[in-house]
């Protein structure tokens, strides 16, 4: 079996989602069918370890976690969406096939949804500490071409999707949006734990139940329907996601 390596944050919601969803193929794949074999390393984004040079030049140009490397891929996959989908290739129980297109369909209405600003309308001050960090050192009078480059690129990231993403005007449409989604899930939420009716989760679910996770986290329960913040609440009982939080929530304590 492959090795496969990834980059993450505990308290990244997008590295979340794909630890989630490997945690589930790990449970529900058969032994001898091959789980994943997987090494992580830690991505210190609260200490500014993804403007690192070598992380922006060789690992991924946008500087944001999760990122899939492994030596069968031509190149790094740099986005939660893509990873999933990856891994859904590799290990069926993620997406059984009867499901397969309404999983794919649903997984990328989620990651039509800017995290960011559904995590912290009223907190733009987030958004201008992470432009200026980059800045900040973009204007370090030592950085070499390729260096100076990427962090160029990184800015441009940056203010596309966290400073302009928290503008009011497009901060409603996301929530506009959130809870179109939500009505669509909470629609598929029968007699079983998981939506679809499924007796076990999918990354549907690994993805769904985090971002519920995180809403409820950052105290923004009012966009989402109680059957999915209770839908949330019982994945967060199952030894699967107890695995992959340690007793953590998705955002770190003040306390
Ligand atoms: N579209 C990307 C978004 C990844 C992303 O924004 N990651 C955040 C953490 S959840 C990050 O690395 N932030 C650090 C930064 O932007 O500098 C995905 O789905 O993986």
Redesign the pocket.
Known sequence: MTKLDLYY?PY????L?VLYTLAIAAAYTDAGKGVPEIEQHF?D?FK?D??EETFLTRINP?????VLTSTELPSPI????L?TKYLMDRWPCLSPPEHAAMIENLLDEI?TLN??ALSFPDRPQIADK?VST?EERLARSNLSLKYGEALAY?LS??IE??FNGIKPENTEINEGKAKRLFAKLESLLHESPWLLGLKQPTALDAHAVILIARLSDVGRTAIVPKRLQMYAGAAFETPVLQSVMQGRRTMISKA
């Open positions: 944050h990244s919601i997008c590295s989602q991505v984004i500014d993804q403007l946008k500087g944001q976690v999760p740099a986005d939660s969406l990873i990651h995290y960011f992470l980059v990184k990231v940056t999707e966290k």
